[in-house]
């Protein structure tokens, strides 16, 4: 037979290992989610032309190409600066936070962008629903360094 245990009748340091245990189950989904979206940046820089102008209509294509370089610098920096601060969870590091807050601040620059230029009506459901994923995955992923680095569980090295 088994028994059921009760968040309360589990000890302090019962509580403490599991959630040092959901910590890092959270950061290595996140390098994942990073890498994935790394690895689709890479994709699209190295497909070739003829690609590209298949994937999007005419008006994809120029909405895309009048796309500011400091957008484009800010998606960018919004990957790098998410995949380091989840490295840097799963390391158990304190400037996790500052790389999460540094990738929430590029995505909103992403997407002010993309609201401005009127986006999310050229471009379709898909850049509204991407964006939103990760602004919602990003401010999770801030909250949890900023809770995991105030309540101690992170090392300052």
């Known amino acids: ?9 589990l ?8 959630r040092d245990r959901w910590l890092g189950i959270m950061a290595a989904i996140a390098v994942a989610w990073y890498s994935f979206s ?3 940046i890479v994709i699209m820089l190295s497909a070739g032309k003829a690609t590209v102008f298949s994937l999007y209509t005419p008006e ?3 909405y895309l ?14 990957v790098g600066a998410g995949l380091i601060g989840s490295a840097y969870l799963m390391l158990r590091r304190k400037s996790a ?20 230029r ?20 990003g401010i999770y992923l801030f909250w949890a360094a900023y809770s995991a680095r105030n309540q101690g569980e992170l090392n300052a090295t």
Not at 97 to 116: K, P, Q, R, T
């Open 38 to 40: 790394l690895l689709v």
């Open 65 to 78: 190409a009048a796309m500011p370089f400091l957008v484009n610098v800010a998606h960018v920096v919004s």
């Open 60 to 62: 994809q294509l120029a």
């Open 118 to 137: 009127g986006g999310f009506d050229t471009m379709g459901a898909s850049l509204m629903g991407i964006s939103t994923v990760s602004f919602v995955i």
């Open 1 to 9: 037979m088994s028994e059921v245990v009760y968040a309360e009748e």
């Open 97 to 116: 936070y500052y790389w999460f807050a540094a990738s929430l601040v590029c995505l909103l620059i992403m997407m002010l962008d993309a609201s401005l």
């Open 11 to 18: 000890s302090p340091t019962d509580q403490r290992v599991t």
